[in-house]
């Protein structure tokens, strides 16, 4: 072996630059969140390439003095952390900026050349320092605004090695544009803007106010329709370190996506990517999205730093919890209460192209004789009459035009109780599968069977079908179900969590468990296959016990889901008018009525406006 020897500092910085900045985004984020760091009020942003020529940044934050701005530029020097923290006795956990590692900025400039200029408030000039991948080739004054000017250009063009793993520009370009987007949805008080550079000139993408509202914000970013089909999220909750609370904007379920792309989870106002967090949301939208659909929102967690520990991997996306099991179900929580009491709505309009063959002209088949078609409409005769006939009709058609006409029949008013219920009065069937019913407001359109199936499984939640999951049915002999080690040492922790849901289980040997008793609704299910999944679901969320209990409720859950549909009215079922009327009336009290079990809207609207465009009156 050869000498151990301390490596040089631009090699240290290029090791340290492969976890921190992996790629245009992961610059661009660093930036940004220093721009926040310092108070900016106002952050734009210019991509080149899809920042794979040019990233710069620009802000109106407190600024930067010449010698700060060289220290900036050493590892680990950062001004995030009071002295309170880094001392002795300080808890680094504690840190509340987006930044404190003190690796970015030197990390940067040792992969790319790096233009920093900043002017602070009160100086009478600014200060620009230019470092060419670890080389400093200007450091002298600069004129510019209070605030800072942050330029990277030639990411990674003298370490080819890693230039050549970078995706096209447009790929790149769409990383730095959503980190953009999480960035400024966590701080709607801050105005953004983002803009391209091209042969074209430049380009706004994003131009984004201060002092907006939360919801105005995220509707902005992710869809404008977003508004109009979400509820809003509230909830506190007390933990022994002080508050809890989760906000934010949950998307209907019926409003989804086919990617899990427009899931913005924050914590403490950091963007994360957490395993945790995308589970706690496929949890509570577990009996109303279809397997391939996914939830639309932003989630904004709140709590105490002492129990989120941020200090995980260099990127500061991903974060590790002090109580995953109880943030898991807090949020799993706040979204069920919110969804229950705002998506009786179904954010499914009429269908456009559906629309669109409505609107359509009729046109003539080209064989149909245009008198006889015109004497089997306004006259009600047969088109096959004898041709005498024909003119006898034509004259007596002619008459009636030459006579005065009168106002055509007003059309009877939409009665009084139809106007005190938002489904309306049910008005018939279609293909005994579709009711028919007139609001005030429009015509609503009723799936019978996904309606239906619905209200049946909140009837068993009601009823306490819920507490009957619980009572377990004991094997006649037990099962041994053989797994690894560690997925038993997994399972037994949650045993006694488990237990409580009817699933007796207990340790059979170093790699086996045994199973005594599953829960009552699930007599004839795998005790090898639910185990396994169980283990796996444990080890992905944490191995609490409540964390395995909550598990097994949501799924228990999509067991009470099958139950409902195979309880519910079926579509070719004829229903009567009092049968129609009691389905819309207990649909409009009924919490999370506006999709069925499997996330398809159980009813839609057409409103007055779209009929009268049908016909041409608007």
């Keep these: 072996m050869t000498q151990i020897r301390r490596l040089p500092s631009h090699l240290v910085n290029r090791i340290a630059a492969g976890e921190v900045v992996e790629r245009p985004a992961a610059a661009l984020k660093e930036l940004v969140e220093n721009a926040i760091d310092a108070g900016a009020r106002r952050i734009g942003v210019l991509l080149a390439e899809g920042g794979l020529t040019r990233i710069q940044v620009v802000d109106d934050g407190c600024g930067m003095a010449p010698d700060a701005m060289a220290l900036a530029l050493e590892r680990h020097a950062t001004s995030k952390l009071p002295d309170s923290l880094i001392g002795p006795d300080g808890a680094i956990e504690l840190v509340t900026t987006l930044g404190f590692r003190g690796e970015a900025l030197p990390s940067i400039a040792s992969v790319a050349r790096l233009t920093i200029e900043s002017r602070e408030a009160d100086a009478g000039e600014g200060w620009r320092r230019v470092v060419d991948h670890g080389a400093v080739l200007a450091d002298e004054p600069a004129a510019l605004p209070p605030g800072t000017r942050v330029r990277v250009e030639e990411l990674f063009a003298k370490v080819p090695a890693r230039r050549k793993f970078l995706r096209s520009a447009r790929s790149e370009y769409a990383a730095c544009l959503d980190v953009v987007r999480r960035l400024a949805m966590a701080r709607p008080d801050i105005a953004f803007t983002l803009e391209t550079a091209g042969e074209g000139g430049k380009r706004t993408v994003l131009s984004l106010q201060a002092g907006e509202e939360l919801a105005t914000r995220v ?17 506190v909750r007390e933990t022994p370190h002080g508050v809890m609370r989760l906000t934010g904007v949950a998307g209907l379920p019926t409003w989804n996506r086919g990617v899990a792309d427009h899931q913005y989870l924050f914590v403490n106002g950091r963007p994360v990517k957490d395993r945790l967090l995308v589970g706690a949301v496929r949890g509570a939208y577990a009996d109303m999205l279809a397997r ?11 709590l105490p730093p002492q129990d989120v520990d941020v200090n995980v991997h260099p990127a500061k996306t991903e974060v590790r919890f002090r109580d995953s099991a109880g943030v898991r179900g807090f949020i799993v929580s706040g979204l069920r209460q919110a969804l229950a009491t705002g998506d009786r709505r179904s954010a499914q309009g009429p269908d456009r192209g559906a629309m669109a063959r409505w609107q359509a002209e009729p046109v003539r088949p080209p064989t149909a004789p245009m008198a006889p078609l015109l004497e089997s409409v306004f006259m009600g005769r047969d088109w096959t009459a004898p041709q005498s006939r024909l003119g006898e009709a034509h004259t007596t058609w002619n008459a009636s035009l030459a006579q005065p006409q009168g106002r055509a029949e007003t059309a009877a008013p939409v009665p009084a109780e139809a106007q005190a219920y938002p489904l309306g009065i049910a008005r018939g069937q279609v293909a005994n599968t579709y009711i028919v019913a007139e609001a005030a407001d429009g015509l609503v359109l009723v799936d019978q069977h996904a309606a239906h199936e619905r209200l049946v499984l909140e009837r068993l939640r ?17 099962d041994v179900v053989e797994m690894d080690e560690v997925d038993c040492d997994r399972l037994e922790d949650a045993a006694e969590g488990l237990a409580r849901y009817g699933l007796v289980i207990d340790r059979f040997g170093p ?23 169980l283990a796996d679901d444990i080890a992905k969320h944490g191995k609490q016990e409540d964390s395995g209990a909550l598990l097994l409720a949501e799924r228990l859950e999509l067991v009470l889901a099958t139950m409902a549909c195979h309880g519910s009215v079926r579509a070719g079922r004829p229903l009567s008018v009092a049968e129609m009327n009691a389905l819309l009336r207990e649909m409009e009290v009924t919490p999370r009525s506006g999709q069925c079990n499997h996330g398809r809207p159980t009813w839609v609207k057409l409103s007055m406006e779209d009929v009268e465009k049908l016909f041409g009156r608007h």
């Design 219 to 235: 509707a902005r970013i992710i869809a404008h329709e977003l508004k109009d089909n979400s509820v809003a999220i509230e909830l």
């Design 292 to 302: 391939d659909r996914h939830a639309v929102l932003a989630l904004f967690l709140a």
């Design 462 to 478: 009601a009823a306490g079908a819920d507490e009957g999951v619980r009572r377990s049915q004991a094997l006649l002999v037990p």
């Design 511 to 533: 790699s086996a468990m045994l199973v005594r008793a599953l829960p009552a609704v699930l007599p004839k299910a795998d005790s090898a296959a639910l185990l396994r999944d």
